[in-house]
């Protein structure tokens, strides 16, 4: 099978999945009734942290397991932005706050609010991308100072009782308003489910453009990426920062649709979860991400009533399995599986390469 | 006296449970190579163990250490076999097979032994004091077990011939094989060691502090941290930077809060890994 052949199979293949996957979520509210639809759409806007993480990890090569961090903060601040938008939340009035400090004034505009969301993980992605990220530091040691970023944000939301809601989290957050009220369940369904194709579609054309094919190349070798010329830590903050925002929104999504977030949101837990449902769906293709994060997620719905307990064991024990087994992922297997056809067969093996 | 005393001293005992929880690590990241994201739960098995040997069996503290120590050493042993073996020097692979076996054995042990925390009784009661500030006995134990796993560990590694033999591979593997060097048996031991430290680790610090299934993970951050800023490989820069990371959260928790110290340290690790990306006591490599 020649080389362009075998890369069409495989575009028509992710093609095929992708519509099939699509069908599943477009018409799954159909069946399911109005709270099952709901958990959909909470994984939907996980969904989009899932795909975050491939365009760091799968297109460049960048493993944060502090992907959360901006994911949290997202939820975060769309969270006390919906509540002060309604006057002094409780959980501010039980810490003895009355008027609401000068920081926080504009979170009361609700388009201000989706803005911060967004910019505030963004910059901060910025700041620690341009330490962690200028080359001389070993891909490793990103990937850990990552993990004890989500670590400390994790503390310190827990400890910032006043204007986090601390170990309780912050609860009574309305559905997104896109046109001016509050959507219903299944409008907020689909208007997620828009939010994740968008992100899916944002993030296959970075991958099939110019940028994409450079982060293409530091992922398989940094060093001659640097010698031919680009300036790759310039590439790779980009990037990180870039990601950052996707996982922001998917954030700032998924506050809005289980209507309260805890200090576990920005976690290693939750980082680690991400990279665990890309690994498993299969990482630098978009499509395993997206299956990945669908099916641990359902798994992990449809296996809690018997299993309890035991279901994060079976996550340890699928991770390395598939890690030993099949290091491109379920979806990548599937992708690049190739039967010997009878025709090929007949031809003396017909693995032209 | 003022605070500050007592908070270099309480930095000190810090220190000394953090030297004891990176020292595996050292071995394992520093000279394997190896990023290792069940080190905590290495220390959670240690920790279990001790309070196995010391409150169930009702055996003296000392077995509960030297049955830690070895629990943890050969469970590291039958892992690396199994696991890490397969993926040398691909870090990727070894954090997601590594991070798979932290949450099996956090499972596990959720799974025999409850989530409910375990209680290992100090062995030395009592305190001591110095000047007017009253110390716990046992806090003494926690320093000499840290120099003594020091001291130990560096003579092994600089006076034996198996240290020598895990210098010679680390310097240059197909060498060192070429020389009649059993490369994947001394990996093997030296994880096992690693983990063995880990274990040890846990079983002498259990009875001050909770013993519970998930008590890996806040060890594996403090042990990763301890060991970037003093230069993955150097036992001494890792005892000098456990004392520079406990002193200064100790002693800037002294004057603002625990968080905000947790934050200044973790920007000033993050400084020092971009301006020294090999650690602050590393010597210089080629």
Not at chain 2, 198 to 217: D, E, N, S
Request: hydrophobic share 55%.
């Amino acid at each position: 099978m020649g080389g362009i052949k075998k890369a069409r199979l495989i575009f028509t293949r992710r093609a095929g999945i992708n519509a099939l996957i699509l069908a599943f979520v477009a018409l799954y509210p159909v069946a399911a009734g109005a709270y099952r639809t709901d958990v959909l759409a909470k994984t939907l806007a996980l969904v989009i942290l899932a795909l975050s993480v491939d365009l760091l990890w799968g297109y460049t090569g960048i493993l944060s397991l502090g992907q959360a961090v901006p994911f949290g903060l997202g939820a975060y601040i769309a969270a006390i932005s919906d509540n002060v938008s309604r006057g002094i939340p409780d959980y501010m009035v039980t810490y003895g706050i009355t008027q609401l400090p000068a920081a926080f004034m504009p979170l009361t505009v609700p388009a201000v609010g989706v803005a911060l969301a967004v910019a505030v993980p963004a910059a901060l992605s910025y700041l620690i991308g341009r330490l962690l990220l200028s080359g001389r530091v070993r891909g490793v040691f990103v990937s850990l100072i990552t993990m004890a970023v989500a670590n400390v944000a994790t503390v310190y939301i827990n400890n910032a009782q006043k204007f986090t809601g601390g170990s309780n989290g912050i609860g009574d957050i309305t559905r997104p308003a896109p046109f001016g009220h509050a959507l219903s369940i299944y409008g907020n369904y689909y208007f997620v489910m828009a939010a994740a194709v968008l992100a899916y579609a944002f993030c296959y054309y970075i991958g099939s453009s110019r940028l994409g094919r450079v982060l293409g190349a530091i992922r398989a070798n940094e060093n001659r990426a640097v010698f031919i010329g680009y300036r790759v830590s310039d590439y790779k903050v980009f990037i990180y920062v870039v990601s950052a925002a996707l996982a922001a929104i998917a954030g700032m999504l998924y506050a809005r649709t289980t209507g309260m977030v805890s200090p576990a949101v920005t976690g290693i837990r939750l980082s680690t979860l991400a990279v665990i449902w890309v690994a498993v769906g299969g990482r630098g293709n978009l499509t395993g991400a997206v299956a990945g994060c669908l099916a641990l997620n359902g798994m992990e719905r449809f296996a809690a009533g018997f299993l309890g307990d035991a279901w994060e064991l079976a996550v340890g024990a699928i991770l390395l399995l598939i890690v030993f087994f099949m290091p491109d992922g379920v979806i990548g297997a599937v992708l690049r599986f190739r039967p010997l056809r009878p025709a090929a067969r007949a031809k003396g093996g017909g693995a032209g390469g | 006296m003022g605070i500050l005393p007592i908070q270099l001293m309480n930095g000190l005992f810090a220190a000394s449970t953090l030297l004891l929880c990176s020292l595996g690590m050292v071995i394992i990241f520093g000279n394997m190579n190896v990023v290792n994201l069940a080190h905590g739960e290495f220390i959670m098995v240690g920790a279990y163990t001790a309070w196995f040997i010391s409150a169930v069996a009702r055996l003296p503290f000392v077995a509960a250490v030297a049955g830690a120590a070895l629990v943890a050493g050969l469970f590291g042993a039958v892992v690396e076999r199994v696991v890490i073996k397969r993926f040398y020097q691909r870090f990727e692979e070894t954090l997601l097979a590594t991070y798979a076996i932290s949450i099996i054995m956090t499972q596990i042990f959720r799974l025999g032994f409850s989530s409910m925390k375990k209680i290992v009784e100090l062995p030395v009661r009592g305190g001591f004091e110095i000047g007017s500030m009253t110390f716990p006995k046992y806090n003494l134990v926690i320093v000499a077990a840290a120099a003594t796993a020091v001291g130990f560990v560096c003579l092994l590694f600089y006076k034996t011939p198996f240290g020598r033999r895990v210098r010679a591979i680390r310097q240059n593997r197909n060498m060192a094989m070429c020389l009649g060097i059993n490369a994947s048996a001394t990996d093997t031991l030296s994880f096992g060691l690693g983990c063995a430290l880990a274990g040890l680790a846990g079983a002498v610090t259990a009875p001050v502090k909770i013993v519970f299934p998930a008590m890996g993970a806040s060890y594996l951050m403090d042990s990763f941290s301890t060991v970037v800023v003093g230069g993955v490989d150097s036992f001494i820069g890792t005892a000098a930077s456990s004392a520079l990371i406990s002193e200064s959260t100790s002693v800037l928790g002294g004057f603002m809060s625990e968080v905000y110290a947790q934050i200044i340290v973790l920007v000033g690790i993050i400084l020092i890994l971009r301006f020294r990306p090999s650690g602050l006591f590393a010597k210089e490599r080629r």
